[in-house]
């Protein structure tokens, strides 16, 4: 079957994959969602102290073509549920609402992205 | 210039890992992370790294495969997330397998994880966010796994064409 090498090289590797979970275990302080499309920041959305649902067309301008975005904020999470987009990955990734957190769409280059306020 | 033989062979294995990768677009996979999926045609991957003459023949064989399977399916900005990924996983396989302390479905594995390093890497750079590596922690045990078992897979393939 595996070499003993094989079992300690994916030990490693499984390892390796874990290291992001750490720098961003810290408790969470006051919260905003930040809209950057290519880099440079379209919007900021305070979450922390959100109360009841709020939903808003978000609406992007990428190399002369429109694209529409249906974005709800739901307590302290933001979360994307329609675009126009071909793949969808920034809808089905669901609600975020930790600091690091992203959504990703990437066919547009729009990130959504919680941090801390300080 | 490359003979005759390895231009065929790197034909028709292209041809073979493109319908992998079509077929693999057919069957249901649940979204577990954005770049996550099972990698079919990488069985093919594998096959040409220990059948195909030297790396420079399988990085031909990349390429031309992830031009097509774009082309067919995913458009240029996917043409780029995979040539990276499958660029990363060449080099890491072909470094390991030259060190001959690792078996097929090990170096596999090892290629699975590489392929999401490589793609996370373009994709935090066009994003230019680093958080995108958050998704790591699901990729790289997804890469793994689909790696390993991509891996055993090929390795009965060259267990059964011992041709030469």
Redesign the interface.
Known sequence: MLKKADIVLLILLLLLSLLPLFPWGLPPSACYAEIRLDGQILEKIPLTGQQGVQERPLTITQAGAQHHYLIRIEQDTIAVITADCPDKICVKTGSISKPGEIIACLPHKLIIEIKTAQ | MMNLRTCLHIALLTACSLIMFLVEGLLPVP?LA?GAKLGLANIVTVYALYRLPGVKAVFLLILLRTALASFFGG?P?VFF?SLAGALASLFLMSL?KKSR???V??IS??GG?AHHIGQLAV?AL????L????Y??I???C??LTG?LIGLLARQILNKTEID
């Open positions: 979204f954005p458009g900005t997330y390991l302390a690792f078996s479905p090990g594995a090892a994880f994709a066009a994003a230019d966010t958080s995108l590596f958050r790591l922690p990729l790289g045990p890469g793994l390993l």
